[in-house]
């Protein structure tokens, strides 16, 4: 059995040698009965190949010999079941693996059983490319914008300065890796969230691009793809002045009215005005306002002090408003708004408004008369044709048409007269605040002004109001009511209309010869200072180019120019006077005095000064001013002779009409109280009524020359009349009780008619029948300040020249050290004037400006001056001292005319009782529980909350 073992043995390794295949095949066969199957044989498509980014593959496996299903193996990707597809007819079963969204490079193969497919590769086509992006903005701090996110196809940014932008890449494969170069040169790489995606951050701080350098594991080059990078500016904020509206006067107390609005998309920050007195001047900053919120709208109403300016009569500055925005990025953006112009008039120029504003103010009056004169007729025909019945017909509702035209013409009418008062009220203010014109032309323009308002009587105003509640109400019959009286009251309103029209006139006129006195007493003045720069020595000009005669020469020719002016506006006054008056002759003496011998003295003082002959120049100057005090003298006594003149004739008939009228009384208490037969009296009362409409007539002629005498004159004569007349009728008529009584209401309106004359012969009057009043007199602080600031105008005109010289001089003179220490002592005595003003006026220390501030500057002034130091900085100074105390001035001139301090007659005022309390609110349960609820819903601290619950309860708790 052994060598049977062995030989067997033998064989099988010599048939293992001869034929290894078969043997090999065998012995599987034998150790697997299954591998005994059929052949198995696989075959795959499509093998290697190349696809687009992104598409799918269908990869086919045929299987011969066996009806198991294969496996797809390839790296990277997700495992593919296999789905059967057919089965052939030489017995091959397809099956089919479907490959999607490829993004990649990569190999696979096939396997079933013991048999496998060769290896075969898939390759994506093209470069990669960007086929989504993802942006989130991160807008700077200073916009507090949201974080805004969107997506795109491209990559380009564009968002406000500053911001940052994160991006979100989605390419069309995978990737090894992705840089950026951006805008600025610099490199970054971004990092994957997927092979696919990729993040990184943009800064939106400057115009360029970036490039995205995207590197596949396979490829050696990377594709590149470049993107706009577009920062937005943030917009500059918007501005809108509503106050001022145009160029403004400086207005009292240098405090000017602004009202500004602002707004910014992201946020506001400042609000500045900037002002400056010469183009070649750089802007001061004031801050108005300053927004901590950062607010994206604002509207600022305030005032503004316009101090600092230290602006002077006849000089101008300009100012404007600029807004700020909030931009920390790229530096604040500004608005800025028009210029205006802030000027303090001189006196040329506010005479020539008030009388354009006069001119306005006389001009609506003369239409209004025209208009009221129409209305008076339609009244008239309205009033003949009264309808004959109440029922409704087209002619009744035609009248009514014509009604409402009238009540609306009248309306018009009064609003006309409305615009002048206060046109001629807007007069009296600013000539009060410069002393324009004197007190008694001062008092003519305030009684002229309270005759604007008793143009519309009362009554004539209480008919309007009725009508106007008639025609709303839609009742003919009260409308038709009130037309009688609207019709009485008509005429008297057209009578005081004409009369202020004529007082008006003759207003102007006074004003207009007292405003060329002033003009000529200022260029005298002015012709003052440039005679005392005539003396100062030469100094080195600030104007580049300009030599300093060659500055003194053409100030002198403006002052010639001036002086030319004045003279034709003088001779333009007299020819539109009354021919032959007193008045004509001395502005025609006038104006040749300013035209042959002052303009011609000042235009021969500019050509000296022109050649440097400064002693001629000065000569000539002084021929000038002594010229141009003539002609103010002329002018002036021409104003006091014509006012003289109208103010004794006028008291004269004022008291001659008085004295008619207490004898008129006087007789008629006598009638009244006599035992004469009731004919005798009614003769006696109807001759008492002629005299008294003689006086009346006379006081209606005087009316028409001053507008001293009030519309209640005319009404309480009037009264006096029809009660004379009344009672002498019922005494003829033999009603002695009737006729009794109503002679006695006509004394008694005689005896207002006298009253209301004697008020007016005070206001006539220089000096009131009972005297001045005690106590402070009136215009004492005005005149003080007035001498302050032409002291301090001297002072400063001395520095100036002070000054001058020094930048000439290496060094201090002993003469120059005791001038500054004159200059000093006399700034002293003026700060001492001041307090002493400002002490006086303690109770109205509002109206003085800041005169604190005043102070502390002229101390400060008088220090440096003893001190000897510079004196550029004290000049700045001097001109704010002087332009507080002009405007001082202002105030205490205007602080007469306010409302609050004109008199005016009491009024009985009537008000309704409140009505009766609900009985609700007395129901002290219902009242307490609402208190409770309403406590309970109040916020207060938390560390309090415990006590006040607690106190509640008990008080809830303890109620009724």
């Given at each position: 059995?052994?060598?049977?073992?062995?030989?067997?043995?033998?064989?099988?390794?010599?048939?293992?040698?001869?034929?290894?295949?078969?043997?090999?095949?065998?012995?599987?066969?034998?150790?697997?009965?299954?591998?005994?199957?059929?052949?198995?044989?696989?075959?795959?498509?499509?093998?290697?190949?190349?696809?687009?980014?992104?598409?799918?593959?269908?990869?086919?496996?045929?299987?011969?010999?066996?009806?198991?299903?294969?496996?797809?193996?390839?790296?990277?990707?997700?495992?593919?079941?296999?789905?059967?597809?057919?089965?052939?007819?030489?017995?091959?079963?397809?099956?089919?693996?479907?490959?999607?969204?490829?993004?990649?490079?990569?190999?696979?193969?096939?396997?079933?059983?013991?048999?496998?497919?060769?290896?075969?590769?898939?390759?994506?086509?093209?470069?990669?490319?960007?086929?989504?992006?993802?942006?989130?903005?991160?807008?700077?701090?200073?916009?507090?914008?949201?974080?805004?996110?969107?997506?795109?196809?491209?990559?380009?940014?564009?968002?406000?300065?500053?911001?940052?932008?994160?991006?979100?890449?989605?390419?069309?494969?995978?990737?090894?890796?992705?840089?950026?170069?951006?805008?600025?040169?610099?490199?970054?790489?971004?990092?994957?969230?997927?092979?696919?995606?990729?993040?990184?951050?943009?800064?939106?701080?400057?115009?360029?691009?970036?490039?995205?350098?995207?590197?596949?594991?396979?490829?050696?080059?990377?594709?590149?793809?470049?993107?706009?990078?577009?920062?937005?500016?943030?917009?500059?904020?918007?501005?809108?002045?509503?106050?001022?509206?145009?160029?403004?006067?400086?207005?009292?107390?240098?405090?000017?009215?602004?009202?500004?609005?602002?707004?910014?998309?992201?946020?506001?920050?400042?609000?500045?005005?900037?002002?400056?007195?010469?183009?070649?001047?750089?802007?001061?900053?004031?801050?108005?306002?300053?927004?901590?919120?950062?607010?994206?709208?604002?509207?600022?109403?305030?005032?503004?002090?316009?101090?600092?300016?230290?602006?002077?009569?006849?000089?101008?500055?300009?100012?404007?408003?600029?807004?700020?925005?909030?931009?920390?990025?790229?530096?604040?953006?500004?608005?800025?708004?028009?210029?205006?112009?802030?000027?303090?008039?001189?006196?040329?120029?506010?005479?020539?408004?008030?009388?354009?504003?006069?001119?306005?103010?006389?001009?609506?009056?003369?239409?209004?008369?025209?208009?009221?004169?129409?209305?008076?007729?339609?009244?008239?025909?309205?009033?003949?044709?009264?309808?004959?019945?109440?029922?409704?017909?087209?002619?009744?509702?035609?009248?009514a048409e014509e009604l409402k035209s009238a009540l609306q013409s009248q309306q018009e009418i009064a609003r006309k007269i409305d615009d002048a008062a206060q046109s001629l009220q807007q007069t009296l203010e600013q000539s009060?605040?410069?002393?324009?014109?004197?007190?008694?032309?001062?008092?003519?323009?305030?009684?002229?002004?309270?005759?604007?308002?008793?143009?519309?009587?009362?009554?004539?105003?209480?008919?309007?109001?009725?009508?106007?509640?008639?025609?709303?109400?839609?009742?003919?019959?009260?409308?038709?009511?009130?037309?009688?009286?609207?019709?009485?009251?008509?005429?008297?309103?057209?009578?005081?209309?004409?009369?202020?029209?004529?007082?008006?006139?003759?207003?102007?006129?006074?004003?207009?010869?007292?405003?060329?006195?002033?003009?000529?007493?200022?260029?005298?003045?002015?012709?003052?200072?440039?005679?005392?720069?005539?003396?100062?020595?030469?100094?080195?000009?600030?104007?580049?180019?300009?030599?300093?005669?060659?500055?003194?020469?053409?100030?002198?020719?403006?002052?010639?120019?001036?002086?030319?002016?004045?003279?034709?506006?003088?001779?333009?006054?007299?020819?539109?006077?009354?021919?032959?008056?007193?008045?004509?002759?001395?502005?025609?003496?006038?104006?040749?005095?300013?035209?042959?011998?002052?303009?011609?003295?000042?235009?021969?003082?500019?050509?000296?000064?022109?050649?440097?002959?400064?002693?001629?120049?000065?000569?000539?100057?002084?021929?000038?001013?002594?010229?141009?005090q003539k002609a103010s003298d002329r002018l002036q006594k021409a104003v006091q002779d014509l006012q003289k003149q109208d103010e004794d004739l006028d008291l004269a008939a004022v008291r001659r009409a008085a004295q008619d009228?207490?004898?008129?009384?006087?007789?008629?208490?006598?009638?009244?109280?006599?035992?004469?037969?009731?004919?005798?009296?009614?003769?006696?009362?109807?001759?008492?009524?002629?005299?008294?409409?003689r006086v009346a007539d006379s006081l209606s002629q005087l009316a028409a020359r001053t507008p001293m005498l009030s519309p209640s004159l005319q009404k309480s004569l009037g009264r006096a009349i029809k009660g004379l007349q009344?009672?002498?009728?019922?005494?003829?008529?033999?009603?002695?009780?009737?006729?009794?009584?109503?002679?006695?209401?006509?004394?008694?309106?005689?005896?207002?008619?006298?009253?209301?004359?004697?008020?007016?012969?005070?206001?006539?009057?220089?000096?009131?029948?009972?005297?001045?009043?005690?106590?402070?007199?009136?215009?004492?602080?005005?005149?003080?300040?007035?001498?302050?600031?032409?002291?301090?105008?001297?002072?400063?005109?001395?520095?100036?020249?002070?000054?001058?010289?020094?930048?000439?001089?290496?060094?201090?003179?002993?003469?120059?050290?005791?001038?500054?220490?004159?200059?000093?002592?006399?700034?002293?005595?003026?700060?001492?004037?001041?307090?002493?003003?400002?002490?006086?006026?303690?109770?109205?220390?509002?109206?003085?400006?800041?005169?604190?501030?005043?102070?502390?500057?002229?101390?400060?002034?008088?220090?440096?001056?003893?001190?000897?130091?510079?004196?550029?900085?004290?000049?700045?100074?001097?001109?704010?001292?002087?332009?507080?105390?002009?405007?001082?001035?202002?105030?205490?001139?205007?602080?007469?005319?306010?409302?609050?301090?004109?008199?005016?007659?009491?009024?009985?005022?009537?008000?309704?009782?409140?009505?009766?309390?609900?009985?609700?609110?007395?129901?002290?349960?219902?009242?307490?529980?609402?208190?409770?609820?309403?406590?309970?819903?109040?916020?207060?601290?938390?560390?309090?909350?415990?006590?006040?619950?607690?106190?509640?309860?008990?008080?809830?708790?303890?109620?009724?």
């Amino acid at each position: 059995p052994a060598l049977a073992a062995v030989a067997s043995l033998v064989l099988l390794v010599a048939l293992g040698l001869a034929w290894p295949q078969r043997t090999t095949r065998s012995w599987n066969t034998l150790w697997s009965p299954a591998a005994a199957a059929p052949e198995l044989r696989l075959q795959v498509e499509p093998g290697s190949v190349t696809v687009s980014p992104g598409a799918s593959l269908a990869v086919r496996a045929r299987v011969w010999g066996s009806d198991q299903a294969p496996r797809l193996i390839a790296d990277g990707l997700r495992a593919a079941t296999a789905t059967t597809e057919s089965v052939e007819p030489g017995g091959a079963h397809v099956w089919r693996f479907d490959l999607s969204q490829l993004t990649r490079a990569t190999e696979y193969r096939v396997r079933i059983a013991h048999v496998e497919s060769p290896r075969y590769r898939i390759g994506i086509g093209g470069d990669a490319t960007p086929v989504g992006f993802r942006i989130e903005y991160r807008a700077p701090a200073y916009a507090r914008l949201p974080i805004q996110s969107g997506a795109a196809a491209r990559g380009d940014l564009s968002a406000l300065r500053g911001s940052r932008a994160s991006v979100e890449v989605t390419f069309d494969r995978d990737l090894e890796a992705l840089e950026v170069q951006l805008p600025d040169g610099k490199r970054a790489r971004w990092s994957a969230s997927t092979p696919r995606r990729w993040r990184g951050e943009v800064a939106i701080d400057r115009e360029g691009d970036y490039e995205l350098a995207a590197r596949l594991a396979t490829a050696t080059e990377s594709s590149r793809h470049r993107y706009r990078v577009t920062p937005l500016a943030d917009a500059p904020p918007l501005i809108s002045v509503r106050v001022p509206e145009t160029d403004v006067d400086l207005p009292s107390g240098q405090q000017v009215p602004v009202d500004v609005m602002a707004e910014d998309d992201l946020g506001l920050s400042e609000l500045k005005l900037q002002f400056r007195k010469r183009d070649d001047q750089p802007w001061s900053d004031v801050p108005l306002a300053r927004f901590a919120a950062r607010p994206r709208e604002a509207a600022i109403a305030s005032r503004w002090d316009a101090a600092p300016v230290a602006l002077l009569p006849g000089e101008i500055a300009t100012f404007r408003f600029v807004v700020f925005d909030d931009n920390t990025v790229s530096g604040r953006g500004m608005a800025t708004s028009r210029s205006f112009e802030l000027r303090f008039p001189s006196l040329a120029e506010l005479y020539e408004k008030v009388d354009d504003r006069q001119h306005d103010a006389q001009t609506t009056l003369e239409k209004a008369a025209e208009q009221a004169r129409e209305l008076q007729k339609s009244l008239d025909k309205l009033a003949r044709q009264a309808p004959r019945t109440a029922m409704p017909t087209p002619q009744t509702q035609a009248r009514a048409e014509e009604l409402k035209s009238a009540l609306q013409s009248q309306q018009e009418i009064a609003r006309k007269i409305d615009d002048a008062a206060q046109s001629l009220q807007q007069t009296l203010e600013q000539s009060a605040e410069r002393k324009a014109f004197d007190d008694q032309l001062m008092r003519k323009m305030r009684e002229l002004q309270e005759l604007m308002k008793e143009i519309q009587s009362n009554e004539f105003k209480d008919a309007m109001k009725r009508m106007q509640q008639a025609l709303e109400q839609q009742d003919p019959s009260r409308l038709e009511s009130q037309l009688p009286k609207m019709r009485q009251e008509h005429p008297d309103m057209l009578k005081n209309l004409q009369r202020t029209i004529d007082l008006l006139k003759q207003l102007r006129e006074e004003e207009r010869l007292q405003a060329l006195a002033q003009r000529a007493d200022e260029l005298k003045q002015r012709q003052d200072a440039l005679n005392r720069e005539f003396e100062s020595p030469k100094s080195a000009s600030k104007d580049a180019g300009k030599s300093p005669d060659q500055k003194l020469a053409e100030e002198q020719t403006e002052r010639a120019e001036d002086s030319q002016k004045l003279a034709e506006d003088v001779k333009k006054a007299a020819a539109e006077s009354e021919p032959d008056s007193q008045s004509e002759e001395a502005m025609s003496d006038a104006a040749a005095e300013l035209s042959e011998n002052a303009a011609s003295s000042q235009t021969s003082a500019s050509q000296s000064a022109s050649k440097g002959d400064r002693k001629s120049a000065q000569s000539q100057g002084k021929q000038a001013s002594q010229s141009l005090q003539k002609a103010s003298d002329r002018l002036q006594k021409a104003v006091q002779d014509l006012q003289k003149q109208d103010e004794d004739l006028d008291l004269a008939a004022v008291r001659r009409a008085a004295q008619d009228l207490v004898a008129l009384q006087r007789s008629a208490d006598a009638s009244l109280e006599s035992e004469q037969s009731p004919s005798a009296t009614s003769d006696q009362m109807t001759d008492l009524a002629e005299g008294a409409e003689r006086v009346a007539d006379s006081l209606s002629q005087l009316a028409a020359r001053t507008p001293m005498l009030s519309p209640s004159l005319q009404k309480s004569l009037g009264r006096a009349i029809k009660g004379l007349q009344q009672s002498g009728r019922e005494m003829a008529g033999g009603q002695s009780g009737r006729g009794q009584e109503s002679g006695r209401q006509a004394t008694r309106a005689l005896n207002e008619a006298v009253l209301e004359l004697r008020e007016s012969e005070s206001s006539m009057c220089n000096q009131p029948g009972n005297g001045p009043p005690q106590g402070k007199k009136s215009g004492g602080s005005p005149k003080k300040l007035g001498e302050v600031g032409q002291r301090q105008s001297e002072i400063n005109r001395e520095t100036r020249s002070l000054a001058q010289r020094l930048t000439e001089q290496a060094r201090l003179s002993a003469g120059d050290q005791a001038e500054m220490r004159r200059l000093a002592d006399e700034q002293a005595r003026l700060r001492e004037a001041v307090e002493s003003i400002q002490n006086e006026e303690k109770r109205e220390q509002q109206l003085l400006g800041r005169l604190d501030q005043t102070q502390r500057e002229m101390k400060e002034v008088e220090e440096a001056l003893e001190s000897g130091q510079p004196l550029g900085d004290i000049e700045s100074k001097q001109t704010r001292i002087l332009s507080r105390l002009l405007d001082a001035q202002r105030s205490v001139n205007r602080r007469d005319f306010e409302p609050q301090r004109e008199s005016r007659p009491g009024e009985e005022s009537s008000r309704p009782s409140p009505a009766a309390l609900s009985p609700e609110l007395l129901r002290q349960t219902d009242r307490l529980r609402n208190d409770l609820l309403k406590a309970e819903s109040d916020r207060y601290p938390a560390q309090y909350r415990a006590f006040i619950e607690s106190y509640l309860k008990r008080l809830n708790g303890g109620g009724r």
